[in-house]
């Protein structure tokens, strides 16, 4: 089974983006209580907070909240089940 970094980068070449990064950030939030709170509610899941950096001629002309509303999109049963927080840097 693919991880959830795999699974985001999947789901976002759709954009066709020149640059895509994709971070696992999950180790520094260990121990905060927002990431205790996921795992009491999804389970001890791996791979749970992220930081993702794509630059897309699809993002041309599109204002930065229509950006994140496209990416949340795609990343709709992610967010909702795997992924407790994510830091997105959209440009064109």
Not at 20 to 42: K, P
Not at 56 to 76: T, V, W
């Amino acid at each position: 089974m693919p991880t959830v970094r795999e699974q985001i980068i999947a789901r976002l070449a759709v954009l066709q983006p020149a640059v895509l990064e994709v971070t696992d950030d999950s180790a520094a939030h260990t121990f905060h209580a927002g990431a205790q709170a996921h795992r009491e509610r999804v389970g001890d899941t791996p791979g749970t907070h992220f930081e993702v950096r794509i630059v897309s001629r699809e993002f041309a002309g599109i204002p930065p909240i229509e950006r994140h509303r496209r990416i949340y999109a795609l990343l709709d049963d992610l967010i909702k089940t795997q992924i407790h927080a994510l830091k997105i840097d959209a440009s064109a």
